[in-house]
């Protein structure tokens, strides 16, 4: 009879080591690219490494600052994008529509969630490129090769459509349908009891909703690789390239193992990256839960 | 206003419909059975002859192990958050939150930390490694599509198994069998994200034109194999890429369709 | 209508006395409790609880809702551990253990002499064989043909036998309602239990299938002693032999059910049983 007790016992204690080690693989994360960022760091003081704006490995100069403005830049505009559509969508799933529209509906974002995000990249470069450097930038009077923060935006705004959707659709449902029968019980239509209620009472988790797609956005890498132009200068306008620091990680992988100091600055780039998603995700999850509760 | 919702939802569905048909309509012409059926043969970055079946063939060992080794990380993990641990736990808790974070954390983090961890050990970009960063890639994905589901179970069922007699760990073949469809929607999730990753593999599997033989021989992947080829100046080789994203985004339509079908399989024994 | 049920339970099948008892069950055993008192986060669901479960009758805990009648049950297999911050004073014993105080191997084997039949059928996620198969499996017992035995045995035992032999490969959540509860009833007595536990067992059931499942109760006090907790004042009188009345958390009258619902001593009894409250 014990055997069956021992079973339960030693399976407890392995799933245990399991969940442990793989929560650790957070602090391990964390630690490692820390430790790989020391050198740069023990050489330029941090605010040098976030605001100069030379980029000279060979030289010794690593300056993050146009890196750190392309990902802002093309962030700030995919976030522009994705969150109008965003919202009116989720909007109309939850507050207006009926369950069959929502069955048409959720399979396109499915195939939006899914699809890899070179496969983004590839159609960035067949149909939006062409399109910022044909007609985007000619109607201002400008002159691009099309691979700018405007394609980048466009792109990853498109690809954190499905986040965004689901964590709005998620939050509005969580608002008690006692609520919204109320407003409609004093004559109020539909729209102004979404607006007066449910887009008022959710407003903090819509900000936590935007945050973590924030930090999904900035994470994303192929994609805005294939379309971002990749030139080390502070973007000055949509229609400039730019060269996010996922981008940067990316292209430069396979020549820092020469120079230390190099390959320390990447990592000290994938730090900073690792860092403020964590940071950006403990602050919009913990929300999220307090509102589900 | 309910126009503009409507126009929300248009755009969306363009947007759908843009990406894939227009790497359809790019690709497909160029895609021929000699493409997915033999390696690169000599100069094919130059426009020689050959396909890119190295890219297919070691995208399926990385996906493949990683979900395996995935699945029998995740399931465990699960089962301990679910059974083991009471409803309410700190510590249960701290750790669903640590696996939201997790998900959240860039491909390319994970790329540059194992990458770092290859090197501390002396190891070299290979199959094994990209397996296992993919694989670490995936977990945070296995384990919260799971727990979500597994968090539903009805508390009758733990309690009929445990008034039968069964320890804790004996319950697992009960919670298996219930949260079978969730097991199933989590592994094609992981699969569609191990399929389409890039970032993390490019600096930990490497690239290589042959069909690796050995977990620490370097293998190429399907997105790589799209990226460098569009890298090309030339002409004949972004062709290639093209076709290349057409198989890769065909697995991954074919993955979402089909697991819509495949579910209900997994269902037939689940207690509502 | 019920004539199926004799006629079952009476056929000629041996008993497959398959599982080999390492907690015997002993004929002559009693389920008692002693100064029973259970705090959870600090308050008292049950105080002071003194019963003695009478063997081979059917015992019926009633009381208005939030009295600690489900508690009481739940503590007799221990199922109350798994509510967080629980606690235990006072003693329940089987025979000559104290569940209170039972470690997790002997936990196993108090809640194998002691069958739960869930408030909602609640059949395992699998087939109706499996079903039954589960809980024999767990205790050690292999081998197709003797499991196949015991399935068709205790199928027969509950009356599903006929309705399911041609589908005992389907999955469980197929059956209807009251096939499920009598399945539940079938998975706890493949395992022998000597008691069984019944939460409610028939409030999820239609009329019809309610009496099935009461019924067979009925049928099987001759070979297990039942302690059910009833939400119907109508059920107890219909079927208990044994009364326990609780109000607050505290036991008022226990007694024989004649005495109890005829001759109540107590005037507390006497008002809930002329539904004075509920």
Redesign the interface.
Known sequence: ??H??L??RA??Y???T??IS??L??V??GI??YM?AAPILHEHSLWELLSVSEWKPMKNQFGFFPFLMGTLWVSGLALLIAI???L??A??LTE?SHSM?RRF?Y??????A??????????G???IVPWVANIAAPWVGRNTTGYTVLAGGIVLG?MV?PLLVSLFIEIFSNVAHELREATFALGATR?QTTKHVVLRKTFPGMMAAIV?AA??V?????AV??VCGNLAIAPGSLLDACYPI?AL??NN?GEMLSMPLYESA??FA?FI??FV??V???FS??IL?KIKE | MKGLMYASIALVVYFVASVVLSVFKRGIPLLSWEMVSSLPGGGFYMGGGGGFLNAIVGSLYIVGGATILGLVISIPVVFYLNVYLKAGSRFGSIARLAYDVLFGIPSIVYGAFGFTIMIYFGLRASLLGGMIVVTLLIIPIFIRSMDEVAKTIPTELLEAGYSLGSTRWETIGIIVRQIAPAIATATLLSIGRAIGDAAGVMFTAGFSDRIPTSLTQQTATLPLSVYFQLQSPSLEVQNRAYAAAVVLTFIVLTLSIGGRIIMNRFSRNKIQ | MFDFLHRNITSSKEKPFVVNNKFPRPENMRLTTHALSIYIGGNPILKHVNVDIPRNKITCIIGPSGCGKTTLLRTFNRLVDTIEGVNIEGVVMLGDRNIVTAGASELTEIRRAIGLVPQRPCPLPMSIYDNIAYGCRIHGISGRRKLDAIVEYYLRAVGLWDEVKDRLHTPANKLSGGQQQRLCLARSLAIEPSYLLADESTSALDPISSRTVEELFVQLKKDYSIVMVTHTLRQARRIADHIIFMYLGEVIEEGDADQVFNHPKHELTQRYLDGAFS
């Open positions: 009879m014990s069956r007790l079973k339960d399976a407890g392995l799933m245990f399991l969940t793989s929560l693989l957070v391990a994360m490692g690219l790989k109008p559509i965003s009116l969508m909007i109309y207006y529209v509906v399979p396109f974002l499915d195939i939006l899914g699809l890899p995000s070179v496969i983004y990249g590839v159609w470069m067949l149909l498109v459509i729209w973590l930090s999904r900035m994470g994303e890498t192929i690789i294939m996922p990680i990316a992988y990447l990592m994938a990256l690792f998603v964590l950006f995700n403990l999850r913990l839960k």
